[in-house]
């Protein structure tokens, strides 16, 4: 016997002029029980289980909306189609208020009434059976495009492909591609990773090259400005694009949502990635030029990016701009840092141009790999995109923004780098000296596995600081993280499934780079 497609309670006191169209639903796979008022109606519901109400407003005795809110009483979540004769909006929308689904005005034909039946109830089959044969043919053309020639702008449409794919299997749990789409972005990593040793050398004083993060102020705000905007740049530390995609619907009514995407620099870490946003150079040449900050962060990596706001003016003043008068710059560590500022709205919005650095994400990451606790709310990639987008639908940053966007200003929203888990272990050889980070690590005379690492030799030609004779650094591709021989077991065991940055992925590569204003603003 073949399934029912659903059980479709139909409502109406003229149910026998219906029988034509009830035989339609029959016929496409639906069992439809008709009755023919209010009260049969909810006691039937008391005592069975429907998957849809179809509902006539106009009935004898208990009326259409009387039983919409006695059937909601007893099944909250039961699906209604309001089915009427009126065209009054003050019906519509009493009705709308009451949660029904639909909305119909007779006369209906058997078609409207089985379009709205497939929305409602077969929705999530079609989208599976849709995302099934789209993604199908996708992996066949992400695969073709890995055997040939990438480009950079070729690399950004595959990571965005692969996150909108992982976004929509978020919603399609029960569909079986999951493990089929981690292996193929597995597989994509280790071709960028290819891609990335071959060409990153060459972007660094070549024209043709994508955008870095060295050219987000030059080619972003400084423009900006220069247009007579008033620039709010926030920079969300360790924002991936995944995580972007999943926010990026909660703006699109209040918001005119231009996303591009750029690449950050190596390593993929805050010390170097945030300070070549800001200073508009590579790290390399942010130690020549400020020796003495670079110097302090050798004991101290955090004390790299203290200065955030004065390599800003000093890259803007480069450009042409003289903002010291008409700046802000806030870090944000919490809540309690975000309200602050929401309370001083006024003056944080003041000037030509406002920086804010949001660390809720980085810290995010961190906090999940030293607490079991976190480690279980937050298991999988799912659950840390979803993590992410509860933060930012009721953090204060998003009344920030739209206070921004409303007093006339563009926003320019981005990251400095993202992350990656890091899942399986890659064994390195170095001296007491050596940097601690995960998927990075520069010193003397470092030593890995060219097939899980990128070693950088001539650390200039990669846009990164000499240091002593011999300094070389070690970048983990793929999802490698790098541990020592000592105790290797031990730590990788301890570090296993940790979200980590410094390396080269798509993931902590390529970003979002976001441009927001009023849908009113020109």
């Known amino acids: 016997m073949k399934r029912s497609k659903g059980h479709i309670l139909w409502v109406d006191d003229e149910i026998d002029h219906l029988k034509s169209h009830i035989l339609f639903l029959e016929e496409r796979g ?6 023919t008022n209010g009260e049969d109606a909810v006691n039937l519901v ?39 004769k009126s065209e009054e909006e003050n019906l519509m929308e009493e009705a709308i208020g009451q949660s029904i689904e639909d909305y119909l005005t007779k006369p209906v034909n058997p ?41 950079p702008s070729t690399w950004i449409d595959i990571h965005l492909k692969l996150s909108e794919r992982e976004l929509e299997l978020d919603n399609h749990p029960d569909i079986g591609l999951h493990q089929t789409l981690h292996d193929q972005r597995k597989e994509c990593n280790h071709a960028f990773g290819r891609f990335i040793e071959k060409n990153y050398a060459q972007w660094i004083n070549g024209l043709n090259r994508p955008v870095l993060s060295v050219d987000i102020v030059r080619h972003v705000i400084a423009p900006s400005i220069n247009s007579g905007y008033r620039v709010l740049f926030v920079v969300i530390d360790n924002l991936r694009m995944d995580q972007w995609l999943t926010i990026e619907p909660l703006l699109h009514a209040d918001y005119s949502v231009d996303r591009k995407a750029y690449y950050s620099i190596l390593p993929t870490a805050t010390p170097f990635s945030r300070n070549a946003l800001f200073a508009g150079m590579f790290p390399g040449d942010i ?24 390599l800003l003016l000093d890259q803007l003043a480069h450009i042409g701009l003289d903002l010291k008068s008409e700046f802000r710059y806030e870090k944000v560590f919490d809540s309690e840092d975000a309200g602050r500022l929401v309370n001083h ?35 999988d990639e799912s659950a840390y995109r979803a993590m992410t987008r509860n933060w930012f639908e009721r953090s204060p940053l998003l009344q920030i923004l739209r206070t921004a966007v409303k007093s006339g200003h563009r926003v320019v929203l981005t990251s400095d780098h993202g992350s990656i888990k890091a899942s399986r272990g890659a064994m390195v050889y170095a001296d007491r000296e050596t940097s601690t980070n995960l998927r990075y690590k520069y010193g003397k005379g470092i030593r890995g596995d060219d097939k899980q690492v990128m070693n950088i030799k001539d650390p200039p030609k990669c846009g990164l600081p000499a240091g002593p004779l011999s300094t070389n650094y070690l970048l983990a591709k793929e999802d490698y993280y790098l541990v020592y021989p000592t105790n290797y077991h031990r730590y990788l065991s301890l570090y296993k499934d940790s979200y980590q940055h410094g390396g080269i992925s ?9 441009i927001m204003e009023g849908h009113e603003n020109p």
């Open 111 to 151: 078609s409207q009434i089985l379009s709205s039946c497939k929305r409602i109830l077969e929705k999530r089959r079609i989208s599976r059976e849709k995302l099934t044969r789209e993604y199908t043919m996708e992996f066949g053309e992400i695969a073709s495009l890995l055997e040939i020639e990438a480009t």
């Open 30 to 35: 639906y069992k439809v029980t008709p009755v």
């Open 46 to 84: 008391q005592k069975n289980r429907y998957d849809l109400i179809l509902l006539d407003e106009m009935l004898t005795g208990m009326d259409g909306l009387q039983a919409l809110s006695s059937i909601h009483e007893v099944k909250p979540m039961l699906p209604v189609i309001m089915i009427t």
């Open 287 to 310: 130690a020549g030029k400020y020796p003495e900050l670079w110097k302090k962060g050798e004991e101290d990596e955090t004390s790299r990016n203290r200065h955030e706001a004065m």
């Open 345 to 379: 709205m006024n003056g944080l919005l003041s000037g030509t141009l406002t920086a804010l650095v949001i660390n809720f994400v980085d810290i995010l990451a961190h906090q999940r790999n030293e607490s079991r606790i976190l480690k279980q709310i937050v298991p």
């Open 506 to 514: 798509l993931q902590e590569m390529i970003l979002p780079l976001i």
